[in-house]
């Protein structure tokens, strides 16, 4: 499985943008799709998941300003964020899970400025 994501830049603080990220094939809705970020010097980090049956999982930074949504037909999951901090600045992977197997896109950079 490859992922693509896209939609990352720079934006103002109180800004909006979104992420979006493209599987290379189909993600069955059972499968979990999601977003993590990293920062240099530390680890990747859970920002928002969707798992079958279970409301989104999202961050406690981010909570309210985020929002994870997947297109199954699409095998697209996106990230639409909101109200933009500079702590928000990272590169932004997005997940799968597939059989046990994490997948991993290939990271966008999102600079947010004060």
């Known amino acids: 499985v490859q992922l693509q994501a896209s939609g990352g830049g720079l934006v103002q603080a109180g800004g909006s943008l979104t992420l979006s990220c493209r599987a290379s094939?189909?993600?069955?809705?059972?499968?979990?799709m999601g977003w993590y970020r990293q920062t240099p010097g530390n680890s990747r980090d859970l920002v928002a998941r969707?798992?079958?049956?279970?409301?989104?999982d999202y961050a406690d930074s981010i909570w309210g300003r985020f929002t994870i949504s997947r297109d199954n037909a699409k095998n697209t999951v996106t990230l639409q964020m909101n109200s933009l901090k500079p702590e928000d600045t990272a590169v932004y992977y997005c997940?799968?899970?597939?059989?046990?197997?994490?997948?991993w896109g290939q990271g966008t950079q999102l600079t947010v400025s004060s």
């Open positions: 969707l798992r079958s049956g279970r409301d989104p």
């Open positions: 094939r189909t993600i069955l809705a059972s499968n979990p």
């Open positions: 997940y799968a899970r597939v059989s046990g197997t994490d997948y």
